[in-house]
């Protein structure tokens, strides 16, 4: 779609700015819930789920498919289809409440302040039109430039995320699957965004690949000082790249931290079973073990633990009693029934009540 025609279709603006709210570094997600609409009834995909982000950090949400990552990672940019929708929670970006803007304010906050990588580069790319012109279309939206000038910008994108110019006209399908994505990694960098928001950008991708973008991601991340959300079901990937971690099941968040304290100190039991699921290089060799069983209807999610059916450590409560988000240490944060009996007096003291916290 030309830049004219988007705008064409966009809505009046809002009639004034809405004011700024106190909030926790460029972006802080407040009990965020989220909804897809069924034939059969509400799909809970989100519940509740809350993190944040200072500048220049990175944050991996990770967890099985299904689990309602990707689905927060949309609701901040509120690309979800046309049966999903917020229920209720904040998405404060510098200080503006993105889950209550109008499609138009999103328009101008898109690509601009924040842009995605999607995840199937073929998928998201227009397959007949030339590569480069459709990177150059956010430029020409949100910069006002010619397309002239949009092009030379992408000649400079493409020399940074390290694609000859020559490829600025060949269409998708005349790229390798590396080069896509690079290719989308530019879109994603072509407004000079704040928050880049990466959806399992080397899924599909060989090894070799994989290892390359993420180096690259790495990279431009430290070169632009950009605050960087990653979207994963690999926990290696997300111990590679991501400052903290924030793992999901059945729509909410389990266990959260730095990376450094989930991978040495997993608590949850669901968060143990995901680092047991992935070769570990550094530890004696053995088989991987799966997680049994299949994660919970969210048509009508459980009463208790949604992940108690799967649990080799569950006991009665944990079918009644849903568990909220518990401190376990400065910053690490674990959503279990047990978790106080797991603590050391280090943490809590056997008198003190476990604080209602629900998110990062």
Known sequence: MSPSKAKARSRAPDKKPAPRIAHKGILEVRELTTYFKLGVGDVKAVQGVSFDLEPGESLGLAGESGCGKTTAALSILKLLP?????????????????????????????????????????????????????????????????EGKAMVRVKELYDLVGISQKRVMDFPHQLSGGMRQRAMIAMALACNPKLVIGDEPTTALDVMVQAQILELIGRLRKELDLSFILISHDLSVMAETCDKGVIMYAGEVVESGTTSHIFNNATHPYTRQLIKAFPNIHEKREMVSSIKGDPPNLVDPPAGCGFCPRCDERDGSCATEHPQMVEVESGHFVRCVHVRSQRSDAFVREDEAAPDVRGA
């Open 82 to 146: 046309e049966n999903g929708r917020i229920v209720s929670g904040e998405v404060l970006f510098d200080g503006r409440n993105l889950a209550k803007r109008t499609e138009y304010g999103m328009s101008r906050i898109r690509w601009k302040e924040i842009s995605i990588i999607f995840q199937g580069a073929m998928n998201a790319l227009n397959p007949v039109r030339e590569t480069g012109k459709q990177i150059a279309e956010p430029i020409q939206l949100h910069e006002g430039l010619s």
